[in-house]
C-alpha cells in the first residue's frame, strides 16, 4: 500500500538557523511526491512537487526538497529558517489507478515552530 | 486569479441533522477532488469527480455522505444524519487536467469547511 510517514510531531528551530523536515514513503512505481504547508484556519498550500528529473527541487518561499530514491525520502528544507514559516508542514503522495483520478495520500504533519 | 472557495466556513449541526458543504474550483479545472482532515491528523481523500462524473467514490466513510457536481463546476458534499465523528475540516481542491497515469499536475487546495457536530 502507498504511505507517507513523517516521523516528526513538530520541529523547533531558532530563527535564521536552516530547518529540515522529514519525510519517507512507500509507494509501487514511480513516486509523485508533494509538500503542502498549512496556517491556522487555513487551506493547504502548495509549495513543491517531485516528478521526475534533479533530486533537488526548488519551491516557494525558499523551500526545496532533496529526493533520496534509494532512502525512500522527501526531505523539506529552507537554509535560513523565518519565525512566519512556523505552521503545519504535510509531505503526501499522489497515487494514482486507471480512470480513478490521481488521490494525494498525506503524511501525519509537522508543526514546524520558529523562534525569534 | 481566484482560487478555490468554500462554504461556508465553519457550521455547526444537531446530531442527526443534514448539512451541504459547497465548493467552487479554480475556474475550468477539469478535476475536483473532496479529502477530510480530522484533527490532528492529515487530510484523507474522500471522492474524486472528473467534470460531472464522480470516477472515485472510494474514500467516503458511509452511505450518509454523497457528493455531486452536477455540471462540472460547483461541486456539493451533503451528508446526511451528522454523527459526532463527522466533525472534521472538509477540503475541496482543483486541478486543471483530468488525472491519468501520467498526469501530475497540482492540486490546489481551498480554505476548507469546519463542520463541528453537537
Known amino acids: 500500500a502507498q504511505s507517507v510517514a513523517q516521523p516528526e510531531d513538530q520541529v523547533n528551530v531558532a530563527e535564521g538557523n536552516p530547518l529540515t523536515v522529514k519525510c519517507t514513503y512507500s509507494v509501487s512505481g514511480n513516486p509523485y511526491l508533494f509538500w503542502y504547508v498549512q496556517y491556522p484556519n487555513r487551506g493547504l498550500q502548495f509549495l513543491l512537487k517531485?516528478?521526475?528529473?534533479?533530486?533537488l527541487v526548488k519551491g516557494s518561499y525558499g523551500f526545496e526538497a532533496e529526493f533520496n530514491k534509494s532512502q525512500t525520502s522527501f526531505h523539506l528544507k529552507k537554509p535560513s529558517a523565518l519565525v512566519s514559516d512556523s505552521a503545519l508542514y504535510f509531505c503526501a503522495v499522489r497515487v494514482f489507478v486507471y480512470n480513478q483520478g490521481g488521490k494525494l495520500i498525506f503524511g501525519q504533519g509537522t508543526e514546524l515552530s520558529v523562534k525569534p | 486569479g481566484a482560487g478555490v472557495s468554500q462554504s461556508p466556513r465553519y457550521k455547526v449541526a444537531k446530531r442527526g441533522q443534514d448539512v451541504a458543504l459547497r465548493c467552487d474550483p479554480i475556474s475550468g479545472h477539469v478535476s475536483l477532488f473532496w479529502y477530510q482532515q480530522a484533527l490532528g491528523q492529515g487530510p484523507e481523500f474522500l471522492t474524486y469527480f472528473q467534470n460531472e462524473a464522480q470516477l472515485d467514490k472510494s474514500g467516503l466513510p458511509s452511505d450518509r455522505f454523497f457528493a455531486e457536481r452536477p455540471e462540472g463546476s460547483v461541486s456539493t458534499l451533503k451528508i446526511q444524519r451528522t454523527q459526532q465523528e463527522d466533525s472534521a475540516v472538509y477540503l475541496c481542491a482543483s486541478s486543471l487536467y483530468q488525472a491519468g497515469a501520467t498526469n501530475t499536475d497540482t492540486q490546489y487546495f481551498g480554505p476548507g469547511t469546519r463542520l463541528t457536530v453537537l
Open positions: 517531485y516528478i521526475t528529473g534533479d533530486n
